[in-house]
């Protein structure tokens, strides 16, 4: 049984304006895309499962280029395109997604951009042709 969509969208929407911070996770002070998907797990489930390393925020990074997937496939479920959705992106052609995203109605997403921070904004044809996996939480 996956987290009911509308609780998962109010979580996330209790973020939108938070900073963009790389590998921070602190809701109103700063977080990066993967940061609220943490957030969003704490509000629904308590602690977080595991402790997570440091990342680069470069998506060229390729020692780490499936963790973002890795740890998806460990943690949330296989999902459809559906409002609570996590969705998984990949950019600039990269082997693997690198940048995460809420799904909160059909064409509309929230996520952390560097230099917008948390928004709500639209899965534009070119934001939704880099969607690469679809995941809901458990």
């Given at each position: 049984?996956?987290?009911?969509a509308?609780?998962?969208?109010?979580a996330?929407?209790?973020?939108?304006g938070?900073?963009?911070?790389?590998?921070?996770?602190t809701?109103?002070v700063?977080?990066d895309?993967?940061?609220?998907l943490?957030?969003?797990w704490?509000a629904?489930y308590?602690?977080e499962?595991?402790r997570?390393?440091?990342?680069?925020?470069?998506?060229?990074?390729i020692a780490?280029?499936?963790?973002l997937?890795?740890?998806?496939?460990?943690?949330l479920?296989?999902a459809?395109?559906a409002?609570g959705?996590?969705?998984?992106f990949?950019?600039?052609?990269?082997v693997?997604?690198?940048?995460?995203?809420?799904?909160?109605a059909?064409?509309?997403?929230?996520h952390a951009q560097?230099?917008?921070?948390?928004v709500e904004?639209?899965l534009?044809?070119?934001?939704?042709k880099?969607?690469d996996?679809?995941?809901?939480?458990?």
């Amino acid at each position: 049984m996956s987290a009911d969509a509308e609780t998962v969208i109010a979580a996330a929407r209790t973020w939108l304006g938070t900073p963009y911070r790389h590998q921070a996770s602190t809701l109103g002070v700063g977080c990066d895309c993967l940061g609220l998907l943490r957030g969003v797990w704490r509000a629904l489930y308590g602690q977080e499962p595991v402790r997570l390393p440091p990342y680069r925020a470069d998506i060229r990074d390729i020692a780490n280029a499936g963790a973002l997937l890795a740890a998806a496939e460990r943690w949330l479920l296989p999902a459809e395109v559906a409002p609570g959705a996590v969705l998984l992106f990949r950019l600039n052609r990269a082997v693997a997604p690198k940048h995460c995203g809420i799904l909160v109605a059909e064409g509309r997403f929230i996520h952390a951009q560097e230099g917008l921070g948390v928004v709500e904004a639209n899965l534009s044809p070119s934001w939704g042709k880099r969607v690469d996996r679809v995941f809901g939480f458990p």
